[in-house]
């Protein structure tokens, strides 16, 4: 199936539809609309077509434009690649408009080009006791994860990330002997709270103090669910390397945490004391 590729956009200015690079803001192509349904055309240049809409005005014009311009499309043959496309494809359009410069944008489509190419995969590593049933599934569902957990046993020495529930500053200081980025999660009573992620290259794993728990937590499936939505977003931008070239990350959880109340869902960003590793503190 052929996808447009990321680095174009589709737009709509009067009755013309534009064809136009997201990085030049110049026009690959551009045709007057006579009566086609753009939510639909989009939908299949982003997200592929379907065999509801192979005799469409869309589908055709699709076609067309293939035949005009097969180096501005991908085709896919296997699941992954088509899911990682698509998947991409989302994010890119929701986060498209908080680029901060151009040659930001540029970074990342040429990134993200290289990621499909290349099949480039994040390594993550699981220690959350059991405590998150759902999450390993739900993060092994997205196409550039491969999730490794203590059960595994798993002889990879190193990840590219490791997610863990705070234990502790002695414990969670001996993650970086797996990895150079970590992320603390901390679930009790009262609150959900994720992060900070520690660039551990930079900064020394904080000391961060947690509530003295005499009973596991019990974890609401739908509570996971909420878990995920960050996870995953946050998983995003740190795989795209996207922290420093969007203006909208400004709550990106590398000095603080995400703090949620559980039972009235309230939220807000916490600070935490970082220091860096060239200091003695």
């Known amino acids: 199936m052929y996808y447009l590729n990321h680095r174009f956009q589709i737009v709509k200015e009067a009755d013309i539809i534009i064809l ?5 803001n110049n026009a690959l192509v551009t045709f007057i609309d006579k009566g086609i349904d753009l939510d639909k055309f989009k939908q299949i240049m982003y997200f592929g077509q379907n065999k509801d809409m192979d005799h469409s005005m869309e589908s055709s014009e699709m076609n067309l434009l293939i035949d005009s ?3 501005s499309f991908t085709f896919c043959s296997d699941h992954r690649t088509t899911s990682l496309f698509v998947f991409i494809r989302q994010y890119t359009e929701f986060l498209l408009p908080a680029f901060i410069a151009v040659d930001r944008l540029e970074m990342y489509l040429n990134y993200v080009e290289e990621i499909i190419k290349e099949k480039k995969t994040c390594e ?14 739900l993060l092994s569902e997205i196409p550039f994860m491969n999730i490794a957990n203590e059960e595994d046993h798993d002889s990879k020495k190193n990840y590219d990330i490791v997610i863990t529930k705070i234990r502790g500053y002695e414990q969670d200081k001996l993650w970086i002997e797996k990895s150079e980025h970590i992320l603390f999660l901390n679930i009790n009573q009262n609150s959900i709270e994720i992060g900070p992620l520690v ?10 103090e947690i509530e003295s728990v005499k009973a596991t937590t019990n974890v609401l499936k739908h509570e ?8 995953e977003r946050i998983l995003y931008i740190y795989f795209f390397k996207l922290y420093d ?3 909208q990350i400004d709550y990106f959880p590398t000095r603080s945490r995400i703090c949620i109340d559980r039972m009235n869902l309230h939220g807000n960003s916490e600070l935490i004391t970082m220091y860096p590793n060239f200091l003695e503190v």
């Not at 993550?124 to 049933?133: A, H, M």
């Not at 660039?199 to 961060?208: D, E, R, V």
């Not at 996971?224 to 996870?231: G, H, P, R, S, V």
């Open 124 to 137: 993550v590593y699981l220690s959350l006791d059991n405590s998150l049933p759902h999450i390993s599934k």
């Open 224 to 231: 996971e669910l909420l878990i995920y939505f960050f996870l």
């Open 20 to 24: 136009k690079n997201c990085i030049s």
């Open 69 to 71: 311009f097969p180096s």
């Open 245 to 247: 070239k969007t203006n």
């Open 199 to 208: 660039f551990a290259s930079k900064f020394k794993i904080p000391n961060i």
